[in-house]
C-alpha cells in the first residue's frame, strides 16, 4: 500500500495564478483533510471531509476549495494564489473514529511568488 | 475551542540526555490526545496516543508521555535521545465525541548532536 500520496512535490506559482494539489488513499479511509504548515504555527487544518460527498470547512479555509472527488481522492484548488498561501499543504486521511490516527502524506511544497 | 501550547520550540541535548517536551491544552471537556515527530524531509508519523486508561503512554522508540488530567498536560519523555531523534515533534489534541479535527501545536524542533 502506498498511503497517502500527494502531488505534487513542489510548485512555484506567480500570484494570481491557479493550481491544484492532488491527495489519494488507498487505505479505504472514510475522511480526509488537508492542512498547511507554516513555521512556528504547526499545523492547521484548511477543510476535511468526513465521508465521500461532504465537505467541511477548518480553521483557515478562506482562498481555497476542496473536491471530493471518490473515496480515494480529495483535492485542494487555490483560485487564485497569494503569497500568504506560500506554505508546506500535507493531505491526511482517517478512519471515521475519532481515535483513529491520522495518516499523512508527504507534503507538497508551494512558492507564490 | 481546543488549543495547545508547546513551550519549547527548540531544543539541543547531547546524544544520551533526558528528554521532557511540554504539552499542554485547553479545553474543558474529554479529549483524545496524540504525539506526532516530523523527520527531516519526511512526513508526519504518530508516536503515540492516549484516548483512555493508563495515563503513561508508551509509543515507539522509546518515546512515552504521561497524561495528568489536573495540568492539563501531556509531555512527551524519552531517558536517552540519539541522534536519530533529530526531528520537530508536535503535540496534538482532539475532543472526544467531535469529528476527528485535530489541533496541532506549534512544534518543537529538536537537534540531537552526536
Known amino acids: 500500500n502506498a498511503g497517502v500520496t500527494q502531488t505534487p512535490k513542489f510548485q512555484v506559482l506567480k500570484t494570481g495564478q491557479s493550481m491544484t494539489l492532488q491527495c489519494a488513499q488507498d487505505?479505504?479511509?472514510?475522511?480526509m483533510y488537508w492542512y498547511r504548515q507554516d513555521p512556528g504555527m504547526g499545523l492547521r487544518l484548511i477543510y476535511y471531509s468526513a465521508s465521500e460527498g461532504t465537505t467541511d470547512k477548518g480553521e483557515v479555509p478562506n482562498g481555497y476549495n476542496v473536491s471530493r472527488l471518490n473515496k480515494r481522492e480529495f483535492s485542494l484548488r487555490l483560485e487564485s494564489a497569494a503569497p500568504s498561501q506560500t506554505s508546506v499543504y500535507f493531505c491526511?486521511?482517517?478512519?471515521?473514529?475519532?481515535?483513529?490516527?491520522?495518516?499523512f502524506g508527504p507534503g507538497t511544497r508551494l512558492l507564490v511568488l | 475551542a481546543q488549543s495547545v501550547s508547546q513551550h519549547n520550540h527548540h531544543v539541543i541535548l547531547s546524544e544520551a540526555a533526558s528528554l521532557e517536551l511540554g504539552c499542554n491544552y485547553s479545553?474543558?471537556?474529554?479529549?483524545?490526545l496524540f504525539w506526532y515527530v516530523q523527520y527531516p524531509g519526511q512526513h508526519l508519523q504518530l508516536l503515540l496516543k492516549?484516548?483512555?486508561?493508563?495515563?503513561l503512554v508508551k509509543g515507539i522508540k522509546g518515546f512515552e508521555a504521561e497524561f495528568i488530567k489536573s495540568k492539563f498536560s501531556f509531555n512527551l519523555r524519552k531517558p536517552s535521545v540519539q541522534w536519530s531523534d533529530t526531528a520537530e515533534y508536535f503535540c496534538?489534541?482532539?475532543?472526544?465525541?467531535?469529528?476527528?479535527?485535530?489541533?496541532f501545536g506549534t512544534g518543537t524542533r529538536l537537534l540531537v548532536s552526536p
Open positions: 491526511a486521511s482517517s478512519p471515521p473514529d475519532t481515535q483513529e490516527t491520522q495518516y
Open positions: 487505505m479505504n479511509h472514510n475522511s
Open positions: 496534538a489534541v482532539n475532543a472526544r465525541g467531535s469529528f476527528q479535527k485535530l489541533v
Open positions: 492516549y484516548f483512555s486508561g493508563d495515563p
Open positions: 479545553y474543558g471537556g474529554t479529549v483524545n
